[in-house]
């Protein structure tokens, strides 16, 4: 089993800065990628920020040049800093891993974990 735990959400005015967190544990073989996904109340998942082992990250307009997604691979971890928090960055945060449990099996499934919420607000 895998298991996907997030860490670092609370309330931060506008302006303000988080940083989330988030390990992956289990059964690990190889992971091919780790990212963060976002909903906001009454709304659709979204990507926020994506990041592919040995390649570049990728984020959503409405984030680039504020947040900041990176990876230790040693630790089977990922990060997002979050900076210039808006009202609308106001979302449950969902760790996201797409990776292979099966040392023989070439088979990748995608993980979530269960969720940190973070509120920005005066």
């Known amino acids: 089993q895998v298991q996907l735990v997030e860490s670092g959400g609370g309330l931060v005015q506008p302006g303000g800065s988080l940083r989330l967190s988030c390990t992956a544990s289990?059964?690990?073989?190889?992971?091919?990628?780790m990212g963060w996904y976002r909903q906001a109340p009454g709304k659709e998942r979204e990507l926020v920020a994506v990041i592919i082992t040995g390649g570049t990250p990728d984020y959503a307009d409405s984030v680039k040049g504020r947040f900041t997604i990176s990876a230790d691979s040693a630790k089977n971890m990922v990060f997002l800093q979050m900076n210039s928090l808006k009202s609308e960055d106001t979302a449950v945060y969902y760790c996201n891993a797409n990776l292979r449990t099966n040392v023989f099996l070439n088979k990748y499934d995608t993980y979530w974990g269960q969720g940190t919420q973070v509120t920005v607000s005066s």
């Open positions: 289990g059964n690990i073989f190889r992971i091919n990628s």
